[in-house]
T-cell receptor, first 115, second 112 residues
Framework: ETGVTQTPRHLVMGMTNKKSLKCEQH?????MYWYKQSAKKPLELMFV???????ENNSVPSRFSPECPNSSHLFLHLHTLQPEDSALYLC??????????????FGSGTRLTVV | AQSVTQLGSHVSVSEGALVLLRCNYS??????LFWYVQYPNQGLQLLLK??????LVKGINGFEAEFKKSETSFHLTKPSAHMSDAAEYFC??????????FGQGTELSVKP
């Protein structure tokens, strides 16, 4: 399988649940990103990983916990979420964090609903 | 610092009409510029990109964009809209460290 794959595609969770989002890329890229996309709001960059190291955390609440065990996999662990965390969560990858001319490859996203 | 402004959060055209989505950028270095398309409940898909070669860039699905340095613009066009073009479109610029900065997005509606 090629490209960036995100699982699950849809997730409904209660505020006290713990769940994880998974992102996998088979492009040989070394940088991976988590974005949040809420209705009627711009894309929000949450985290950046480059060669497995977190290089950016844009003031994301601690109830979101990222993990990057290797350059091909990225997780977003979720716990004690709020209804306003309901959104489309997008994963992206690029050859490296500094690959300005290449752009990012995005997954199809996970639609998260917090009830 | 790099930034992107997309003029118009929503554009509506009739099927067969010209599509014009506007993007202006600010960059202190020669920019790399991108247009992405997002269909409902999908991720972003690269339409086309400018990387300092030809100023007129052709992309997928009949879209093209022209880089105009004097106007700091990178507008997206398509001569004839199709119903399947209805989606959200994002312009992006790469900053000096290679990170993509996205615009707010423009939702394109196509009327029959």
């Amino acid at each position: 399988e090629t490209g960036v794959t995100q699982t699950p595609r849809h997730l409904v969770m209660g505020m006290t649940n713990k769940k994880s989002l998974k992102c996998e890329q088979h492009l040989g890229h070394n940088a991976m990103y988590w974005y949040k996309q809420s209705a009627k709001k711009p894309l929000e960059l949450m985290f950046v990983y480059n060669f497995k190291e977190q290089t950016e955390n844009n003031s994301v609440p601690s109830r979101f916990s990222p993990e990057c065990p290797n350059s091909s996999h990225l997780f977003l662990h979720l716990h004690t979420l709020q209804p306003e965390d309901s959104a489309l969560y997008l994963c992206a990858s690029s050859p490296s964090k500094a690959a300005g001319g290449v752009g990012y490859t995005f997954g199809s996203g996970t639609r998260l609903t917090v009830v | 610092a790099q930034s992107v402004t997309q003029l118009g959060s929503h554009v509506s055209v009739s099927e067969g009409a010209l599509v014009l989505l506007r993007c202006n950028y600010s960059s202190s270095v020669p920019p790399y510029l991108f247009w992405y398309v997002q269909y409902p409940n999908q991720g972003l898909q690269l339409l086309l990109k400018y990387t300092s070669a030809a100023t007129l860039v052709k992309g997928i699905n009949g879209f093209e964009a022209e880089f105009k340095k004097s106007e700091t613009s990178f507008h997206l066009t398509k001569p004839s809209a199709h119903m399947s073009d209805a989606a959200e479109y994002f312009c992006a610029v790469s900053d000096s460290r290679g990170k993509l900065i996205f615009g707010q997005g423009t939702e394109l509606s196509v009327k029959p």
